[in-house]
């Protein structure tokens, strides 16, 4: 499409940020012409931009977000097992003079060089060894191409190595257990005294003083509160994902009653957006999928294809506010809660919705898949990383490797199992479904079985017994510490984990709760409360506002509404340059952090500002890029085998595995998705025409554009330039502007912000 242009006029369209980075139009005049292709200028120079932006911004979406679980998981087992019989100080004969049992020494080498050189794929030999390039290690066969990958990833990313002593064979040094249950983690939670060094005014909830007195030891004051433009979106986006009306807005704006807010999180959490929004936090800790990642030409038989039941299920569980000890419960054991409640059992997705494998009846295939499913409960639900311990004993968490095989025999004796939908097939002969279009997907008791633990991981060299038992160092009273003896055990870690008796539930899942609505967690690493995991910031408040979660009914809903009407959540996101110098990470809260949408509240709000977005509650998967699909992102298909482009261009997690937090990057295909996919176009089509059939001036079609976008007015200058790049087109040509100004509108960082 063709645009007209002034004479050496240059245009810029500016979404201000605060000082962020804005999305740049420049409109100039063809040498040799009267039009240029606006949108072919349009995206040379966001091109341009975001090359220059991404230089600085670009972060890798790594493998795993810790660096230290995932030396532990993939590279620290291989070398035991497959390098120490050679190259460590256990070894009868050191070949080659190379040690590989610490950090300094892999890095040292040995007769022939450096083995690990960070960074540098090349100058490793460890790796060029096996690759089978020079030498050929280890010398019995090589290693898979999965391994040698990983090793690959490791040394590119740093080969970040925690380890400062060699490893050696020895037995690990007896756990003084009294001592590691002085770790604060490992401490049930208590209800503290509010800090009396703060003053009545900047209180609203219990945890704005806990807020401010560490404020004040810094000599800091919040940050006033927010505009109320500022806070509607912040909180609509916040609880139900989605942009508020103009209606919304301008109703709330103006209802100067002292309880508007209050009322405003009442509906938005009575809303049944509200479960579409915060499923998908859970999704990502359950690392949800609808098929596997290493499917085989045609064959789906390890495809889930009623996955969206489970969906559907978290959905409905966040709209009814299910208590979190009872969600928690029914996701390990709903078949053994309540037998009857067949419905109830499609909670079991959370299991058997997991990675599962060809070679079933191989041991070394279950292994991976009792790893997967420890992982994800005690990640997700726990924040330890108790399958670090799965070939050695865990070497900074008091967790020894029989924890990890008591934990592992659960899943042993637990089959995933695919239930039929309907009572015909109920009664068929042997209780199976024809057909997979199946069953919902969950998970049953099967031959019950306490695991040996397998030295050093390998199922070929068994050691003692583990009795099928909660972890130790979490058994601070007697109905914990007993071993597991009805069924699979399921019921009874169900029962350990939601308990007040333990020390990590609800401080695992407020933190989550806070870090989701604040952009960053009181303790940094979410799924890490151990000895690497990061302090909370807040220790106190955490533990407070855990306890009463818990006397709430361990109601969520009441946690949301408790940290949304606080004074600290009301915060405006001003930056303040002397605050900024004492506090520069914003660790002590003086202001709000301003954020960026994730792809779901992103997409959505895409359909919703073109009045397109479909209300539609549950049902099977969508494809989120397909121009004219309506319904939320919430409801899009997640493979395993091959993530969809869209999501995967904005940070959607990888589903093979549990997900913590999302990664952010900054990339240009982004911005060429935003200017050149149909879905993008489609959306902008949609505004233009929701704009130009509501209001007949273009000064009035531009204030709409922006309420209804960004939820405010424009400035004089927007508004100025917005008139000057729609001035002189004539009627043939006005449809196709408004489109090009609506896609620039939806192409600005404000867009993809909250502030």
């Known amino acids: 499409m063709l645009v007209r242009t002034r004479s050496r006029f240059v245009m810029l369209i500016r979404t201000k940020i605060s000082g962020d980075a804005s999305v740049i139009l420049t409109t100039a005049r063809s040498p040799d012409a009267d039009c240029v292709p606006a949108i072919e200028i349009m995206q040379q120079q966001t091109i341009i931009l975001t090359i220059c932006l991404s230089s600085i911004l670009f972060v890798s979406a790594a493998v795993f977000a810790d660096e230290n679980e995932f030396f532990e998981k993939k590279i620290r087992p291989v070398l035991v097992e497959r390098c120490f019989k050679c190259h460590s100080e256990q070894a009868d004969k050191v070949k080659g003079g190379l040690l590989l049992d610490s950090r300094d020494a892999s890095r040292r080498g040995g007769d022939s060089g450096a083995a690990v050189v960070p960074g540098d794929l090349d100058a490793s030999l460890l790796l060029s060894a096996l690759r089978y390039e020079s030498f050929e290690m280890p010398p019995d066969g090589k290693l898979p191409d999965a391994v040698i990958a990983a090793f690959e990833t490791w040394i590119k990313q740093g080969a970040h190595d925690p380890r400062d002593a060699p490893t050696g064979e020895a ?191 191989d041991i070394e295939v279950m292994a991976e898949e009792w790893e997967d499913r420890v992982d994800t409960v005690a990640r997700g639900l726990l924040g330890l990383t108790i399958a670090c311990a799965r070939c050695h004993d865990h070497k900074y968490d008091p967790i020894p490797t029989e924890d990890y095989y008591s934990l592992a025999g659960i899943f042993a004796s637990t089959e995933m199992f695919n239930r039929p939908l309907d009572a015909q097939r109920e009664r068929e002969k042997d209780g199976r479904a024809k057909k997979a279009e199946d069953a919902v997907h969950i998970v049953r008791d099967t031959k019950l079985q306490d695991l040996n633990v397998f030295i050093r991981g390998d199922v070929k060299k068994k050691g003692q017994v583990a009795k099928r038992r909660f972890p130790r160092i979490l058994c601070s009273t007697e109905s914990l ?163 969809d482009a869209m999501l995967a261009l904005f940070d959607f997690p990888d589903p093979n595995v549990h997900s913590p937090k999302r990664n952010e990057t900054t990339t240009p295909l982004q911005k060429l998705f935003v200017l050149n996919s149909p879905f993008m176009v489609r959306q902008a089509e949609a505004f233009a025409r929701r704009v130009t059939e509501a209001e007949a001036s273009d000064t009035d079609r531009i204030s709409l554009a922006y309420k209804i976008a960004l939820g405010r007015s424009p400035s004089a200058d927007e508004r100025e330039i917005g008139l000057t790049f729609l001035d002189g087109c004539d009627e043939a040509e006005e449809e196709t502007r408004w489109v090009q100004y609506a896609q620039i509108v939806l192409a600005s960082n404000e867009m993809f912000m909250l502030d």
């Open 171 to 361: 037995a690990a040094a007896e756990i003084n257990w009294e001592e590691a249950r002085r770790f604060w983690a490992f401490q049930l939670p208590t209800l503290h005294a509010l800090p009396i060094d703060v003053s009545v005014e900047t209180i609203r909830r219990p945890l704005d003083a806990f807020v401010v007195s560490r404020l004040n030891d810094s000599k800091l004051t919040p940050n006033p509160e927010a505009s109320r433009n500022v806070l509607i979106r912040r909180v609509t986006f916040d609880l139900i994902g989605l942009p508020p009306t103009p209606e919304e807005v301008k109703s709330f704006v103006e209802d100067k009653a002292p309880d508007a807010f209050e009322r405003l999180v009442e509906r938005l959490l009575a809303s049944p957006q509200y479960g579409e929004r915060w499923s998908r936090t859970w999704l990502d800790l359950a690392r949800y999928a609808e098929d596997q990642a290493h499917i085989v030409g045609n064959n789906t038989a390890l495809c889930y294809p009623n996955a969206y039941l489970y969906r559907d299920w978290v959905i409905n569980a966040f709209n009814k506010d299910l208590p979190y000890d009872q969600f928690v419960r029914q996701q390990l054991a709903a078949d053994l809660v309540n037998p009857d409640d067949k419905a109830s059992h499609i909670a079991l997705g959370f299991i058997g919705l997991g990675p599962k494998y060809y070679r079933r009846s």
């Open 481 to 643: 510490s007993l071993a597991f003896e009805k069924g699979s055990g399921r019921l009874e870690l169900a029962d350990s984990i939601a308990t007040r008796d333990n020390s990590l539930t609800a401080r695992v899942i407020v933190n989550r709760v806070w870090g989701q609505l604040f952009g960053e967690p009181i303790v940094g690493t979410p799924s890490n409360f151990g000895s690497l995991g990061e302090r909370p910031t807040h220790p106190d408040l955490l533990d407070d506002l855990s306890v009463r979660f818990m006397n709430s009914g361990w109601s969520l809903k009441w946690l949301q509404r408790e940290i949304v009407l606080s004074a600290t959540y009301r915060q405006s996101s001003d930056i303040d340059s002397a605050k900024q110098d004492i506090d520069p990470a914003n660790r002590l809260l003086w202001r709000m952090n301003r954020r960026r949408l994730s792809v779901e509240a992103w997409r959505d709000a895409l359909l919703s500002v073109g009045d397109r977005l479909a209300f539609q509650l549950g049902g099977p998967s969508i494809d989120p890029q397909a121009p004219d699909e309506r319904r939320r992102t919430a409801y899009s298909r997640i493979s395993r085998l091959e993530l």
